[in-house]
């Protein structure tokens, strides 16, 4: 089974400045999604970023970048330019390439509350 | 486009009472998913709908948690009867197929206290 670790349960930045928060999983598969989601205090997870194992180039999207370091099993996401809106938990996820029962879910990891000073 | 809806948002209620959640996908989404978020924890699938049809159940609770999806559209999960540990926040979340390329769209959850 996949596993998923956030090893920073709480991180905080300075509005503006740079923040990175890490995460490391567990797998034996070679294909696979990766996964960066943002939980508002509303509850709403809400997708940030996406990284397919396959694609060697990191993805960004906007303000939101990934360093994927396949082989050391490692996917961190810097947040660039920090606004207060930013403020929330955010989960890496780990999804399975391949199809049978269970791979399919989003294996999560525990979260990093993220807060924003301004 | 409308999001996910759950309801109710809020949910107390005493041990041992049953009880009930609801979620309308996205319209045209054919995968719905029900998850568990214990405090301070990540999400963890209970159930996956592909339609009607549980095609992964294998980590729902059969002994008290019971779902459903009968004309493919909107889902119940019930609890019965709740225990003190099933205080939770339960999500819900749908795609467009079941492939694993395909974005998962959540709702705002569910946030249930057994008192």
């Known amino acids: 089974a996949q596993t998923v670790t956030q090893s920073q349960p709480e991180m905080s930045v300075q509005e503006a400045e740079t923040v990175t928060l890490s995460c490391t999983y567990d797998?034996?598969?070679?294909?696979?999604?990766l996964f960066w989601y943002k939980q508002p205090p509303s509850r709403q997870m809400i997708l940030v970023i996406r990284?397919?194992?396959?694609?060697?180039q990191n993805a960004t999207e906007n303000r939101f970048s990934v360093n994927f370091q396949k082989a050391a099993k490692s996917f961190s996401l810097k947040i660039s330019d920090s606004q207060l809106g930013d403020a929330a938990m955010y989960f890496c996820?780990?999804?399975?390439?391949?199809?049978?029962?269970?791979?399919?879910?989003?294996?999560f990891g525990k979260g990093t509350k993220l807060s924003v000073i301004p | 486009e409308a999001g996910v809806v759950q309801s109710p948002r809020y949910k107390i209620i005493e041990k041992k009472q049953p009880v009930a959640f609801w979620c309308n996908p996205i319209?045209?989404?054919?995968?719905l998913y029900w998850y568990l978020q214990n405090l301070g924890q990540g999400p963890e699938l209970l159930i996956r709908?592909?339609?009607?049809?549980?095609?992964?159940d294998s980590q729902l609770p059969k002994d008290r948690f019971s779902a459903e999806r009968l004309k493919g559209v909107d889902s119940t999960l019930k609890i019965q009867p709740a225990e003190l540990g099933d205080s939770a926040v339960y999500l819900c979340?749908?795609?467009?197929?079941?492939?694993?390329?395909?974005?998962?769209?959540f709702g705002p959850g569910t946030r249930l206290t057994v008192l």
């Open positions: 990284q397919e194992a396959y694609k060697q």
């Open positions: 996820a780990y999804r399975s390439q391949y199809s049978g029962a269970g791979s399919y879910q989003l294996t």
């Open positions: 797998t034996s598969e070679s294909d696979y999604y």
């Open positions: 709908y592909e339609n009607e049809e549980a095609v992964d």
């Open positions: 319209s045209g989404h054919n995968t």
């Open positions: 979340a749908s795609s467009p197929g079941q492939g694993p390329y395909n974005e998962q769209f």
